[in-house]
């Protein structure tokens, strides 16, 4: 991971990230002008860099399961958590007056109901299509947060753990999420086999994949595909949801692989990016409390306190800013108590459970 590639991440997360907010508040903002932000294709480039990113650091940082797990479960409940409770919070303040965009919960207990699934991450297993209001982005942790446990047990687990509990790993999630598994593994493999390429061809696949990209979005490409598998298999295509869409998915992650492999293959070319290196790594530390509070602050802004366009994004790019600073960079005291629960529940050193092993190289 040499620092210029580090900054391209950094930038292609954050402007994903941007398009996310982008996709959700441009109706809201500005309804007389069509929205064009392709918010689930940013999805699905997210997707792409959490497996590139998960497959470094266990390589290089997190080599026992245990490690992976506290980090892995630290860095997701340290935002998803208050983004539970913010978006319950404001709910019932937007549900009454925009219910389209904020679904009202019928009774208190549906809206724990549907919140500890969230927290839990079962929102979206098989069939299940269960999304906290004022919370549209945590349909897609739902699915991210079984690729790193089905990826921690292939990658640290010995036989005969190993290939029984991937197993009843894909069991558990159902078909919706192991579709667009192949887009986070790709990720993986991107970053565990580079390719060696001539400079000429590097910068064809970096603006191939670009041009390539411009050409899906226009004919809509992945929508297309999706109506012609619905004229074929309604039904099975009803039952997918989210995942309605994985064949254009699947297009969409081979472009980003495109591209990055491209930038991996002229890294020695693009030490200018590091002189961006700081603003970078500090806009991309953001990225997560940008993706999770955004749609929540946005109905709170909008709707329930009338603010005007350019006034709902000031308040959206400072709230978010604060609320990063709250929960994402106290990162280290959040894994602080997930490792003394780990302690207390396990033991206080791995060797306590035998079928977790302290290093192991797949």
């Given at each position: 991971?040499?620092?210029?590639?580090?900054?391209?991440?950094?930038?292609?997360?954050?402007f994903?990230?941007?398009?996310?907010?982008?996709?959700?508040a441009?109706?809201?903002?500005?309804?007389?002008?069509?929205?064009?932000?392709?918010?689930?294709?940013?999805?699905?480039?997210?997707?792409?860099?959490?497996?590139?990113?998960?497959?470094?650091?266990?390589?290089?940082?997190?080599?026992?399961?245990?490690?992976?797990?506290?980090?892995?479960?630290?860095?997701?409940?340290?935002?998803?958590?208050?983004?539970?409770?913010?978006?319950?919070?404001?709910?019932?303040?937007?549900?009454?007056?925009?219910?389209?965009?904020?679904?009202?919960?019928?009774?208190?207990?549906?809206?724990?109901?549907?919140?500890?699934?969230?927290?839990?991450?079962?929102?979206?297993?098989?069939?299940?299509?269960?999304?906290?209001?004022?919370?549209?982005?945590?349909?897609?942790?739902?699915?991210?947060?079984?690729y790193?446990?089905?990826?921690?047990?292939?990658?640290?687990?010995?036989?005969?753990?190993?290939?029984?509990?991937?197993?009843?790993?894909?069991?558990?999630?159902?078909?919706?999420?192991?579709?667009?598994?192949?887009?986070?593994?790709?990720?993986v493999?991107?970053?565990?086999?580079?390719?060696?390429?001539?400079?000429?061809l590097?910068?064809?696949?970096?603006?191939?994949?670009?041009?390539?990209?411009?050409?899906?979005?226009?004919?809509?490409?992945?929508?297309?595909?999706?109506?012609?598998?619905?004229?074929?298999?309604?039904?099975?295509?009803?039952?997918?949801?989210?995942?309605?869409?994985?064949?254009?998915d699947?297009?969409?992650?081979?472009?980003?692989?495109?591209?990055?492999?491209?930038?991996?293959?002229?890294?020695?070319?693009?030490?200018?990016?590091?002189?961006?290196?700081r603003?970078m790594?500090?806009?991309?530390?953001?990225?997560?409390?940008?993706?999770?509070?955004h749609?929540?602050?946005?109905?709170?802004?909008?709707?329930?306190?009338?603010?005007?366009?350019?006034?709902?994004?000031?308040?959206?790019?400072?709230?978010?800013?604060?609320?990063?600073?709250?929960?994402?960079?106290?990162?280290?005291?959040?894994?602080?108590?997930?490792?003394?629960?780990?302690?207390?529940?396990?033991?206080?050193?791995?060797?306590?459970?035998?079928?977790?092993?302290?290093?192991?190289?797949?």
């Open positions: 991971m040499t620092p210029a590639l580090s900054v391209y991440l950094d930038m292609l997360r954050f994903t990230a941007l398009v996310v907010v982008l996709h959700h441009w109706p809201v903002l500005w309804p007389e002008w069509r929205e064009i932000w392709p918010g689930h294709h940013a999805v699905v480039v997210f997707f792409v860099l959490s497996g590139f990113v998960i497959a470094y650091v266990t390589e290089n940082r997190e080599t026992a399961l245990r490690e992976y797990a506290i980090r892995r479960i630290a860095r997701v409940w340290s935002v998803a958590i208050p983004a539970l409770v913010l978006a319950a919070i404001i709910a019932p303040f937007v549900s009454p007056i925009v219910p389209g965009f904020s679904p009202p919960y019928a009774s208190f207990l549906d809206m724990a109901v549907v919140n500890l699934a969230s927290l839990f991450f079962v929102g979206q297993l098989w069939d299940l299509e269960i999304v906290p209001s004022l919370n549209n982005p945590m349909w897609s942790l739902n699915y991210e947060v079984w790193y446990a089905i990826f921690g047990a292939a990658h640290y687990l010995r036989p005969p753990w190993r290939f029984p509990l991937i197993a009843i790993g894909l069991a558990i999630c159902g078909p919706n999420i192991l579709l667009l598994m192949p887009c986070w593994l790709l990720g493999q991107l970053y565990r086999h580079p390719i060696a390429l001539r400079p000429v590097a910068w064809v696949l970096i603006f191939g994949s670009m041009l390539g990209y411009l050409i899906l979005l226009k004919f809509n490409l992945p929508i297309a595909i999706r109506g012609w598998m619905v004229s074929i298999a309604p039904l099975p295509m009803e039952y997918l949801h989210g995942a309605n869409t994985f064949l254009g699947w297009m969409v992650a081979g472009l980003v692989a495109a591209n990055l492999i491209g930038v991996r293959a002229l890294e020695g070319q693009l030490g200018f990016l590091v002189a961006l290196r603003p790594a500090a806009a991309a530390s953001t990225t997560f409390s940008i993706y999770m509070y749609f929540a602050l946005l109905g709170l802004f909008r709707f329930a306190w009338g603010l005007s366009p350019p006034t709902t994004v000031v308040a959206l790019t400072v709230s978010i800013a604060v609320l990063a600073g709250l929960t994402e960079r106290n990162l280290p005291w959040v894994r602080s108590i997930i490792r003394r629960a780990f302690d207390r529940l396990l033991g206080p050193t791995e060797r306590a459970r035998p079928m977790w092993p302290r290093d192991f190289a797949p």
